[in-house]
């Protein structure tokens, strides 16, 4: 199946700041990305729908305007999460869509920690 | 809406020992079901899927699904489990009327092998 990398796969930083998260697709063009975040314990929730070249999706109760997703190539998706809160910790996981057989390629996640 | 129940959070079983993974779901209309794995420190895998056909699918590594409309489940089998199966396993649906591959993911069941 297609690989997906993620970076960084940590990252601290401090309450207020933005930080950006790449998804890269290494083996694969993909027009469509999904960006998760997952709760210890807890199932992975979709935030939103990344299409290249158009703007993203988001699930309801997501904040657009916090939660910035760039989908700019084929194989690269960034989200951004701006004026980072200590309630925005949690491991945030993309994955790409394989197209034609209704299967999605994760990537290994980043475990974001706001102090 | 789409929802996914995995009942059991945490399942222990000896090594060579049976398993039985349960997923229920429930939905209005017609789904597509999937399992995947998630080993310790990696991304997500898709082990296996039903998307139409015979209602027993199975995976390489001896895992098997079956999914039953009348009871709305599609739970995941292994006749003899190995340590190597220690992971989080996590069922999901997507309902392809939406022309779109969204997935819905139950809270997953983490099985622990013991030797």
């Known amino acids: 199946g297609a690989v997906v990398s993620q970076h960084p796969s940590r990252v601290i930083c401090k309450s207020g700041t933005s930080v950006k998260i790449e998804c890269r697709s290494l083996d694969f063009q993909a027009t469509t990305m999904f960006w998760y975040r997952q709760f210890p314990k807890q199932s992975l929730m979709l935030m939103a729908t990344s299409n290249e070249g158009s703007k993203a999706t988001y699930e309801q109760g997501v904040e657009k305007d916090k939660f910035l997703i760039n989908h700019a190539s084929l194989t690269l998706s960034t989200l951004t999460v701006t004026s980072a809160h200590p309630e925005d910790s949690s491991f945030y996981i993309c994955s790409q869509t394989s197209g034609s057989t209704y299967e999605q390629y994760f990537g290994p996640g980043t475990r974001l920690t706001v102090t | 809406a789409q929802s996914v129940t995995q009942l059991d959070s945490q399942v222990p079983v000896f090594e060579e020992a049976p398993v039985e993974l349960r997923c229920n779901y429930s939905?209005?209309?017609?789904?597509?079901l999937f399992w995947y794995v998630q080993y310790p420190n990696q991304g997500l895998q898709l082990l296996l899927k039903?998307?139409?056909?015979?209602?027993l699918v199975e995976s390489i590594n001896g895992f098997e699904a079956e999914f039953n409309k009348s009871q709305t489940s599609f739970h995941l089998r292994k006749p003899s489990v190995h340590i190597s199966d220690t992971a989080e396993y996590f069922c999901a649906v997507s309902d392809p009327a939406f022309g779109n591959e969204k997935l819905t993911f139950g809270t997953g069941t983490r099985l622990t092998i013991i030797p």
């Open positions: 039903y998307l139409s056909g015979s209602t």
């Open positions: 939905s209005s209309v017609s789904v597509y």
